[in-house]
């Protein structure tokens, strides 16, 4: 453990034997998952691998899935909604409400996780400034760049303090110091006991960031470890493929020069 600090023994997340299909397309095969509270995960995998359907299972926003749920020891299944809570959520496509004023969109997130409006007014406009977008409290969400709206979709999953954060591909679009910060910031909310679950197909941020990486490819986890121990596979040969896809190893010289060659050619 990196940081040192004791991470408390109680599971934060568990997934048994997890199986989703979309009419006949099978996508996730059995996945089984355990997270402890403290932790930061990087769950990674190629695009289409099964990710998002994943985090959107336990969050609820996909039903009819085999297998077993269960966040901060409760099996969702059984559950009144009450642990979504205790959940903060960036979603990968950030449907957010363009024609909402970032303080209008981020008071609406607070009220319905049930915090009263002026601690949410307070909190969102503190927390806009520190991610340097404070000047656009009152501006309209359609008037922001990408990454503006990433640091929007971050502050709503933080503002009602969650004890786990679920972060689908968050940092697209944001520039490196931001990033810097976010890693701080996820490093200091795990030595609270916060936990989180950071989901992306590309291996740059995660592996800086993650106490333990979990491999997804085609719906079924192929490798749960630090970087270190991946990396061990790796040179073991069977995550080859895999791991170079992620880390983007795979963009070789040859295909450069195919493209170039390919502009350059004679028609
Ligand atoms: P990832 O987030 O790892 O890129 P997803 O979980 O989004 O992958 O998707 C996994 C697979 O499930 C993909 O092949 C995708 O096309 C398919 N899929 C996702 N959502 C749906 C849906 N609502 N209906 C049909 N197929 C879906
Ligand atoms: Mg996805």
Same mark, same amino acid.
């Given at each position: ?20 299909? #979309? ?13 402890? $509270?403290?932790?930061?995960?990087? +769950? ?18 996909? *039903?009819? +899935? ?19 809570? $205790?959940?903060?959520y960036v979603p990968?496509v950030a449907d957010v409400y363009e024609s909402l004023t970032a303080k209008e969109y981020l008071t609406f997130i607070g009220q319905l +996780? ?6 949410i007014?307070?909190?969102a406009? !503190? ?9 656009s409290y009152n501006s309209r969400l359609s008037n922001f /760049?990408?990454?503006m709206k990433q640091?929007v979709m971050?502050i709503a999953s933080?503002l ?8 689908? *591909? ?16 996820? *490093?200091?909310?795990? /030595? ?35 970087? !270190? ?13 895999? #791991?170079? *896809? ?17 502009? !350059?050619?004679?028609?």
């Amino acid at each position: 453990m990196k940081r040192g600090i004791i991470v408390e023994t109680k599971s934060a997340l568990e997934i048994k034997d997890l199986r989703k299909s #979309f009419g006949s397309k099978n996508v996730l095969n059995g996945v089984n998952i355990e997270v402890y $509270r403290g932790e930061i995960i990087g +769950y990674i995998g190629p695009n289409g691998a099964g990710k998002s359907t994943t985090v959107k299972l336990i969050l609820g926003l996909l *039903e009819d +899935y085999d297998g077993e749920i269960k966040v901060l020891g409760e099996n969702i299944k059984n559950s009144d909604g009450s642990y979504k809570k $205790r959940i903060g959520y960036v979603p990968e496509v950030a449907d957010v409400y363009e024609s909402l004023t970032a303080k209008e969109y981020l008071t609406f997130i607070g009220q319905l +996780y049930g915090m009263e409006y002026d601690d949410i007014d307070k909190k969102a406009k !503190e927390l806009m400034e520190v991610f340097n977008v404070g000047e656009s409290y009152n501006s309209r969400l359609s008037n922001f /760049s990408k990454g503006m709206k990433q640091k929007v979709m971050i502050i709503a999953s933080i503002l009602h303090n969650p004890d786990i954060l679920f972060w689908d *591909e968050p940092l697209s679009g944001l520039d490196a110091n931001i990033i810097m910060i976010v890693k701080e910031l996820l *490093e200091e909310l795990a /030595s609270k006991g916060k936990t989180i679950f950071y989901s992306s197909h590309i291996m740059d941020v995660v592996e800086k960031i993650s106490d333990r990486i979990i491999l997804i490819n085609e719906g079924t986890v192929i490798a749960d470890g630090t970087f !270190e121990e991946l990396k061990l596979q790796i040179n073991e040969g069977s995550l080859e493929n895999i #791991f170079n *896809e992620l880390t983007g190893f795979s963009m070789h010289k040859e295909t450069a020069k195919k493209i170039i060659s390919i502009v !350059e050619g004679e028609v």
